[in-house]
């Protein structure tokens, strides 16, 4: 059988979903062999020897120092490869760029006027990039951002502890990373802000074990992992058919935003619409319906969408049908799931239930959104 080589700078298990894609394109006739410890030239050529692979995938996490002339004439992908220097390096990454503006678009509310872009612990160029969107994202709209970056000396903790003392609140805040957004937490914790009235917090790539360790959880933009080790398999099945393919650079998204209690800019509506809202980001999937939202409330299903279309503009039925197809359009990306499967998770009652309310929704329709990828 032929085998394709993962070469990742830690364990097997933190890289999951990229190698769910890389497996999902690579199909049931190639094996894909992960080596999961540290990797020089030496070691790279007995690697190649023993299990004379088809290509290779280098997951390159910042200062990965193989080039594509230590694979010989094997052919290399590399994934979240930065800094994307000058070569001929067949690439995919995410797209930095658009994490930025996807968190502006989260964060920017008419009430805040003040934004900040917290950089990762070392100067990384994806830190960068990301901090650099988002900003200009944020003074497009005529708001005020103000930036945190790398500390090249000096103690960090305090100096971060410093900067965030001083930044006008209420305050929304873009961190690099989600351990970035789990120290802003723990400063803002400690000095009795309020998470997320005085600030809110969203951080990017959704670690479930890092975003939920702390209350309120972190909100977190997806980024589609598994979409990216896809394109990197596909590239290098691309690759094996035209062996004079020269550099390319291919950008995988995001999937959307995991909201949790850190970024609920909703401080201004009334409390018990508010309890509402996040039941409904919560439990919308599992078949929540309006009365059900009505006996939370304690009142009739009438009140109960009379305070919110005062208050939100917008009726109880809006939000859960948002909710359900958003989870949709991170599910429907999952190619080994049916439609039928994708139904039943979102809470809809029939596989047809679900395709009306996306196209209605989306103006797309399922099999049509799968096949773009979007």
């Given at each position: 059988?032929?085998?394709?080589?993962?070469?990742?700078?830690?364990?097997?298990?933190?890289?999951?979903?990229?190698l769910?894609?890389?497996?999902?394109?690579?199909?049931?006739?190639?094996?894909?062999?992960?080596?999961?410890?540290?990797?020089?030239?030496?070691?790279l050529k007995?690697?190649?020897?023993?299990?004379?692979?088809?290509?290779?995938?280098?997951?390159?996490?910042?200062?990965?120092?193989?080039?594509?002339?230590?694979?010989?004439?094997?052919?290399?992908?590399?994934?979240?490869?930065?800094?994307?220097?000058?070569?001929n390096?067949?690439?995919?990454?995410?797209?930095?760029?658009?994490?930025?503006?996807?968190?502006?678009?989260?964060?920017?509310?008419?009430?805040?006027?003040?934004?900040?872009?917290?950089?990762?612990?070392?100067?990384?160029?994806?830190?960068r990039?990301?901090?650099?969107?988002?900003a200009k994202?944020?003074?497009?709209?005529?708001?005020?951002?103000h930036?945190?970056?790398?500390?090249?000396?000096g103690?960090?903790?305090?100096?971060?502890?410093?900067?965030l003392l001083?930044?006008?609140?209420?305050?929304?805040?873009?961190?690099?990373?989600?351990?970035?957004?789990?120290?802003?937490?723990?400063?803002?914790?400690?000095?009795d802000?309020?998470?997320?009235?005085?600030?809110?917090i969203?951080?990017?790539?959704?670690?479930?074990?890092?975003?939920?360790?702390?209350?309120?959880?972190?909100?977190?933009i997806?980024?589609?992992?598994?979409?990216?080790?896809?394109?990197?398999?596909?590239?290098?099945?691309?690759?094996?058919t035209?062996p004079?393919?020269?550099?390319?650079?291919?950008?995988?998204?995001?999937?959307g935003?995991?909201?949790r209690?850190?970024?609920?800019?909703?401080?201004?509506?009334?409390?018990?619409?508010?309890?509402?809202?996040?039941?409904?980001?919560?439990?919308?999937c599992?078949?929540?319906?309006?009365?059900?939202?009505?006996?939370?409330?304690?009142?009739?299903?009438?009140?109960?969408?009379?305070?919110?279309?005062?208050?939100?503009?917008?009726?109880?039925?809006?939000?859960?049908t948002?909710?359900?197809?958003?989870?949709a359009?991170?599910?429907?990306?999952?190619?080994?799931?049916?439609i039928?499967?994708?139904?039943?998770?979102?809470?809809?009652?029939?596989?047809?239930?679900?395709?009306?309310?996306?196209?209605?929704?989306?103006?797309?329709?399922?099999?049509?959104?799968?096949?773009?990828?979007?």
């Amino acid at each position: 059988m032929d085998t394709v080589l993962a070469l990742l700078p830690a364990p097997a298990h933190l890289y999951g979903s990229a190698l769910n894609g890389i497996r999902r394109r690579l199909g049931p006739q190639i094996q894909l062999q992960t080596v999961d410890h540290p990797v020089n030239d030496r070691t790279l050529k007995e690697l190649l020897s023993f299990w004379n692979p088809k290509g290779c995938i280098v997951f390159a996490a910042e200062g990965f120092t193989l080039s594509p002339c230590a694979f010989g004439k094997t052919p290399v992908i590399f994934i979240d490869r930065t800094p994307l220097t000058k070569g001929n390096f067949l690439d995919v990454a995410q797209d930095y760029a658009e994490n930025g503006k996807t968190a502006a678009r989260e964060l920017l509310q008419p009430e805040i006027s003040d934004y900040a872009f917290v950089g990762y612990k070392n100067a990384t160029a994806w830190s960068r990039m990301r901090g650099d969107a988002f900003a200009k994202a944020i003074r497009l709209q005529g708001r005020r951002c103000h930036i945190f970056s790398h500390v090249a000396n000096g103690d960090r903790t305090r100096q971060l502890e410093s900067w965030l003392l001083n930044l006008p609140k209420p305050v929304a805040i873009f961190a690099a990373n989600d351990r970035t957004a789990v120290d802003i937490h723990a400063l803002c914790t400690h000095n009795d802000f309020r998470i997320p009235d005085d600030v809110s917090i969203l951080g990017i790539d959704n670690i479930a074990s890092i975003c939920e360790s702390v209350t309120p959880k972190i909100s977190s933009i997806l980024s589609d992992f598994e979409q990216g080790g896809w394109m990197c398999a596909d590239l290098l099945m691309e690759k094996l058919t035209k062996p004079r393919l020269k550099r390319t650079l291919r950008l995988y998204p995001s999937l959307g935003i995991v909201r949790r209690g850190s970024t609920n800019l909703l401080s201004g509506y009334d409390s018990k619409t508010l309890f509402a809202i996040n039941i409904i980001r919560a439990r919308a999937c599992e078949g929540l319906t309006v009365d059900d939202i009505a006996a939370e409330m304690g009142c009739s299903r009438r009140m109960a969408e009379l305070k919110f279309r005062q208050t939100t503009g917008r009726t109880i039925k809006d939000l859960i049908t948002e909710a359900r197809l958003s989870r949709a359009q991170v599910l429907i990306r999952n190619r080994d799931l049916s439609i039928s499967q994708i139904a039943k998770s979102c809470g809809y009652n029939s596989e047809n239930a679900l395709r009306i309310a996306f196209v209605k929704h989306f103006g797309k329709s399922l099999n049509a959104a799968r096949s773009a990828g979007t």
